[in-house]
């Protein structure tokens, strides 16, 4: 099943649209990147994506269901934008937070399963150690990577990250992508949102470049020489890729 | 708040808020019982007098459902909603005893000042969700209407009312009734119930709204809840602490302690212990010297939050 459907989006504050006519599919086992300069509508897609807005025209869908829907939402793991301010001072563990994956309801009792879950998440992302210190005093680099394990816990199926770098040194960043791609590698749909388009051609499998309309979808390695890469960025931008490793 | 915790807590709160609702008499019969007779064992006085007695079951009842309250609240950044909320059951109060002394009906003003918050406290919650306006402008707005709105209650009353009204302001030791604690008790026992149950949506929105919202919780409505939950917690408190300083115990012990704290559940406990402290003290001290209770009660809070900020700003200096 597609994960995520696109179809003729719009949308727009007043008069002024930021997303116009966007179709894209996203099929199971995609790495995407979602680029774009300043301003191109990145974020208010991711938005849309999320069933956080409703487009103007066009429709949504995740998992085959309106985008909106409490049930197709539920299958997506989040994390925002600069998570270095994400509950700044907030006296919660990294095992709360991932924990807050586990069930979003009420109720009165945990299940037998939540804490194997959770336990399962942060060694997945290699956190284990740090199950009881406080978020808040965590790096930029091991604060995403508890909101991927609250992603995990939540057994998502999509994983949508909106240029969760920021704030993050480039060896984190480097070690974050590379847990991206080994979660990709292990069947988990993936949607970043980024500015670097190094980073993107580098780690995603696909690209997607954004500048209120869709100027370029396709596999990463032909971006960099494509007619839309040129028409969001201008014809004076060259693609360099460093290795850090 | 994981497991066998949640349910065991909720089945004392029920208990004890059933006893309350059912047998307030016999309750505090026994109240009299235990009080007297720990009071005469270890030479203190105070504990044989019932005003004290249900004095004391309120400051501790305050103790328990502020900083439970205002542990979701603080880290919301939505500190100053019982203050809005304060001077909204203020009209609240005002709009009591004008029905009651203008009519019959036997309306309590605490009654009415909880009507009057809850609504208050809705019209927040819709005022951000719904308009462009911020959390921050939404509480001043609800602040400034309800007091402007209780000052002209109070002069449509032609003054009468506001001889009864002082100690609403700054709350009493002595007036606190019988119905009154046991009312207390009741709703202290509903909000620890409520957020036992509601503990991991309401913390799963504290830690990120929009991440929240994806996942499937209705952020709305535990806003609401959270809201609604403060309205009956700043009516609740208002007996003891008065209007103007109820907001303290929501605000002030979960300050104190968060720095410290070394999860949230810790926190909330910490902040539990940090307003028993408080209240405790506070009662005893406004009794021994014959001051104001409510203005006690927040001193002792901040002289808490004070030492214990001291003391973690000396631990980064030393650790520099």
Redesign the interface.
């Known amino acids: 099943m597609t994960v995520a459907r696109l179809a003729d989006v719009t949308f727009g504050y007043g008069d002024r649209p930021v997303v116009e006519d966007v179709s894209l599919r996203i099929e199971p086992g995609t790495f995407l990147g979602l680029l774009g300069p300043n301003g191109s509508g990145k974020s208010t897609l991711v938005e849309l994506l999320?069933?956080?807005r409703e487009p103007d025209s066009g429709t949504v869908e995740l998992f085959g269901r309106p985008a909106t829907a409490?049930?197709a939402?539920?299958r997506?793991?989040?994390?925002?934008q600069d998570v270095t301010a994400?509950?700044h001072?907030?006296?919660?563990?990294v095992?709360?937070?991932v924990?807050?994956?586990r069930?979003?309801?009420?109720?009165?009792?945990?299940h037998d399963d939540?804490r194997s879950a959770v336990d399962a998440a942060l060694q997945r992302v290699e956190i284990a150690d740090l199950a009881?210190r406080?978020?808040d005093r965590l790096s930029g680099g091991q604060k995403q990577r508890a909101?991927i394990a609250?992603a995990l816990a939540?057994e998502a199926e999509l994983l949508?990250l909106d240029e969760p770098t920021v704030g993050v040194d480039a060896t984190a960043r480097e070690r974050f992508y590379g847990l991206l791609a080994d979660l990709n590698e292990a069947g988990m749909t993936i949607v970043l949102v980024e500015h670097d388009i190094g980073v993107v051609t580098e780690h995603a499998t696909r690209v997607a470049c954004l500048d209120r309309q869709l100027h370029f979808h396709g596999p990463a390695d032909d971006f960099a020489d494509s007619a839309g890469f040129e028409q969001a960025y201008g014809s004076e931008h060259h693609v360099l890729c460093h290795d850090h490793s | 708040m994981i497991g066998a915790r949640p349910r065991a807590v909720v089945a004392g709160a029920v208990l004890v808020g059933t006893l309350a609702l059912v047998w307030p008499t016999e309750l505090f019969a026994a109240v009299d019982s235990v009080a007297c007779g720990v009071g005469g064992a270890v030479g203190i006085e105070m504990l044989c007098y019932p005003f004290m007695q249900r004095a004391l079951v309120a400051a501790i009842c305050v103790g328990v459902a502020a900083p439970l309250v205002g542990s979701f609240l603080v880290h919301r950044r939505m500190a100053m909603i019982g203050d809005a909320l304060a001077h909204t059951a203020f009209a609240g109060v005002a709009i009591g005893l004008l029905i009651g002394s203008a009519t019959s009906l036997p309306i309590s003003p605490y009654h009415a000042a909880l009507v009057v918050a809850v609504i208050a406290a809705l019209g927040i919650e819709a005022l951000t969700a719904r308009t462009e306006t911020t959390g921050d402008v939404s509480m001043a707005i609800v602040l400034a209407g309800g007091f402007a709105l209780g000052t002209v209650l109070i002069s449509v009353s032609g003054g009468g009312l506001s001889v009864g009204i002082k100690q609403y302001l700054f709350g009493s030791l002595a007036t606190i009734t019988r119905d009154n604690a046991a009312l207390l008790l009741v709703l202290t026992a509903l909000v620890v119930a409520v957020v036992s149950v509601a503990y991991r949506p309401l913390l799963s929105v504290t830690i990120d709204e929009t991440a929240a919202t994806v996942a499937g919780t209705n952020v709305r409505r535990y806003n609401r809840l959270l809201v609604t939950l403060t309205a009956v917690v700043v009516v609740a408190a208002m007996q003891i602490l008065g209007i103007i300083l109820v907001a303290a115990m929501l605000v002030v012990p979960v300050a104190t302690v968060a720095p410290q704290a070394r999860s949230f559940s810790h926190a909330v406990a910490l902040s539990i212990v940090a307003a028993q402290v408080a209240v405790v003290g506070g009662v005893t001290v406004a009794y021994a010297g014959g001051v104001a209770v409510g203005g006690t009660i927040v001193l002792l809070a901040i002289a808490l939050y004070g030492l214990t900020t001291l003391r973690g700003r000396r631990t980064i200096t030393a650790s520099r």
């Open positions: 999320l069933g956080l409490t049930s939402t539920q997506v793991g989040y994390v925002q994400t509950a001072g907030v006296p919660v563990t095992r709360e937070v924990a807050t994956g069930r979003s309801g009420i109720g009165l009792g945990g939540d009881d406080r978020l909101f609250r939540a949508v």
